[in-house]
């Protein structure tokens, strides 16, 4: 099953002014006639109207998890069509929604429109497809994760960054091994693909808490900076965007308030600023104070999975040890715990 939430993919340029806006589902799957001679039944919904990726919100992330729920026993798999700008974010999110997934649901997109000369949204699409397909004998999915394809690499959803917006290779995952790579022939990595073996109901988690920040160090940072953005009225959980692996400025100033902030129950969550390795922290004396104030280390995790992380596990528990434990726990394959 195909779901169009919108992006590029689904756009055309309007004849009179050249700009990019929406298309309808027909007139997408009109551009790509080769998906007639490919061997898979398809069927597609589609958000009315589609958007774009940057007006994306949890809401999307709830339609997109219950439309797969409503014809999970319907499908061998599905691709979400969906803007490359925060398609790394949604993929992360639908990951920590699922409960107990079986088949594939693959997000991708493109970098030029569908009808547009040397566009890439043919071969994310075809290829998307047949990877939603593929199977084993019995009937069991080769990839049944949330993932993103784009550019020949399928990719686990929540390791994914949008790295470029000029190269059609718009995605990578520094942390994590490609799942498959599609060259002249499809190859799939089956040690770093993720199979659940409970054969329990696939069951979707749809509560969510907003009450999240991004706090993000830089040299110079000023008090009232980091007191602003702490001082949110509600405000239960912080991503805090740190140096190499997982450092922090040694101010007083700084530790007071972390610490303060956290004695009224505010989880942190250390991730790099670095997009490849992880947050180690102890190893140099400039963490030692996030560890004193009780930050908890998002170890190799994404910022896009570690802020979508932070709102599931929020709106799913309201102990803060329960929270930190979780956000310290690989819940589906999104980090790797760093190993002395
Ligand atoms: N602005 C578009 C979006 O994210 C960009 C794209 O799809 O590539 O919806």
Known sequence: MLIFTGGTISMGETADTGSLSPLDTERVLGFVPELKTLNVNLASVSFTPLIDSSDVEPTVWMRIAK????????????????????????????SFM?????????????????????????????????????????????????????????????????????????????????????????????????????????????????????????????????????????????????????????????????KEASNRGIVFVNVSQCRAGSVEMGRYATSINLQRAGVVSGHDMTLEAAITKLMMVLGRCHDVEDVK???????RGEMTLFKD
């Open 325 to 331: 434990r979780m956000m310290e726990t690989p819940l």
């Open 98 to 258: 699922f409960n107990n997934l079986r088949k594939p649901v693959i997000f991708t997109g493109s970098q030029l429109p569908v009808g547009v000369l040397r566009s890439d949204a043919k071969e994310n699409l075809i290829t998307a497809i047949e990877l939603a397909a593929d199977h084993d004998e019995n009937g069991n999915a080769t990839v049944p994760e949330v993932s993103l394809f784009f550019e020949g690499q399928l990719m686990r959803g929540n390791r994914t960054t949008k790295r470029s917006a000029e190269e059609f290779d718009a995605f990578a995952s520094f942390n994590y091994h490609l799942l498959a790579k599609a060259g002249v022939h499809i190859k799939y990595y089956e040690e770093y693909i993720h199979q659940e073996n409970a054969s329990l109901p696939m069951t979707i988690d749809t509560v969510y808490s907003d009450k999240v920040a991004i706090l993000k160090l830089y040299p110079g940072i000023r008090r009232e900076n980091v007191e602003a953005i702490l001082n949110i009225p509600e405000l239960r959980g912080v991503v805090i965007e740190t140096f190499g692996s997982g450092n922090a400025p040694r101010a007083d100033w700084f530790y007071q308030l972390l």
């Open 67 to 94: 439309i797969v729920e409503e014809n999970y026993d319907k499908f061998d798999g599905f691709v979400v069509l969906h803007g490359t700008d925060t398609m790394s974010y949604s993929a992360a999110a639908l």
